[in-house]
């Protein structure tokens, strides 16, 4: 089975380093800022939390973890040059490079790269990205079949 440690692959367009549609490259979070992010956190005070998440990512993210470690020690058995910072030290550690990657990413994009003000201490509950899209997609729907209603009587 080969194992290939390539995060950004620019060739195939997708991804970190590929270009928009204007043909500029994206700018995104590197990885060294992640790590510094979490280099920097790891002296604070650590809490549990849980989260559901869907199967697939849980089991590729295990993987990745298992696997990851083999792909990278392979490689440089080989003689190859590889960035050991995708190998992840544990599935936790994997959880919390994607939080801070969507974090800092979030922050640049929505808030000019700071850091928002503390979230009060009870988020309101809510739907989701896709929740509001499926309800927006519902009334639209619903006030498409009024106004056809509407025209039937007319007419």
Known sequence: MELMVSPTDKSSGEGPGSSDSAGQAEEVVSMSEVMAAVEEASQGKRVQQSFYISEAAKDRLRALAYWGRASVLAEIQRGEEVDPSYVLPSVAGGVERGMWWVILEGERVLNGGKPF????????????????????????????????????KDG
Do not use: I, M, N, W
């Not at 988020?123 to 039937?152: I, M, N, Y």
């Open 117 to 152: 003000p503390p979230a009060p201490a009870k988020l309101p509950t809510g739907p989701s990205a896709e929740g509001v899209e499926r309800l927006r997609d519902f009334q639209q729907k619903k006030h498409s079949r009024r106004r056809a209603e509407e025209g039937e």
